[in-house]
């Protein structure tokens, strides 16, 4: 069965840190990735996604994720943190490619920036 | 103006009731979904409708039961609610391939509590 794997639970970093969240996904076929964000007691909100094309994907805020397809990772980057950038994140994985849409995500990584 | 809508968002109710949420979404998409996430923030697809016809049925009990009227609208009746159905439940859509503005649009989520 297709799974996402995210590695960190809860990443916490300074303002102005680089930031890595992992995404490692278990799937044979065509995929289509995506990272979503949440914060806190929001919806989740689209950051970024990848389709085909370039492997390295520029979202909103700043944020950016680069598709290794011979690892299976999809994962998200952001030179410099903000404050404002606390929240959850999921990455997520469309296992369909698109025809009929099945979106499975991993566990959420909870990233705290302290000011 | 709300693309995908949820109501109530809020919801607090006593076990052994029925309850239902609604979602409509004015995007125009042909597939709609549900979600719930528990308390650890886990996200997981309960079902998932495709022009009113249901596609995914993951493993839910059938106390839970979707509706979809129209493509536009999928709704969520729960009979005898548990303890631990308390959890967020999100509606989500998509139009099928349809890249490269295929995407899933989340609502903002139905928090239920039963007590």
């Known amino acids: 069965a297709q799974s996402v794997s995210q590695h960190n639970h809860h990443v916490i970093l300074s303002e102005a840190a680089s930031l890595e969240l992992g995404c490692n996904y278990s799937?044979?076929?065509?995929?289509?990735l995506f990272w979503y964000v949440q914060y806190p007691g929001q919806h989740l909100q689209l950051l970024l996604k990848y389709f085909s094309g370039d492997p390295l994907v520029k979202g909103i805020k700043g944020f950016e994720a680069e598709f290794i397809k011979s690892k299976f990772s999809f994962n998200l980057r952001k030179p410099s943190v903000q404050w404002s950038d606390t929240a959850e994140y999921f990455c997520?994985?469309?296992?369909?490619?698109?025809?009929?849409?099945?979106?499975?995500f991993g566990k959420g990584t909870k990233l705290s920036v302290k000011p | 103006d709300t693309a995908v809508s949820q109501t109530p968002k809020y919801l607090v109710t006593q076990m052994g009731n029925d309850k239902s949420i609604k979602c409509e979404q004015n995007?125009?998409?042909?597939?709609m979904y549900w979600y719930k996430q528990d308390s650890k923030k886990f996200l997981k697809i309960m079902f998932s409708y495709n022009n009113k016809e249901l596609i995914i049925n993951e493993t839910v009990p059938n106390r839970f039961s979707p509706k979809s009227p129209d493509k536009a609208h999928l709704n969520l009746h729960i009979n005898s609610l548990e303890l631990g159905d308390s959890a967020v439940y999100f509606c989500a859509s998509t139009l099928t391939g349809q890249e490269p503005n295929y995407g899933y649009t989340f609502g903002s989520g139905t928090r239920l509590t039963v007590v």
């Open positions: 799937y044979g076929g065509t995929v289509n």
């Open positions: 997520a994985v469309d296992s369909y490619g698109g025809s009929q849409g099945n979106l499975i």
């Open positions: 995007l125009g998409h042909d597939t």
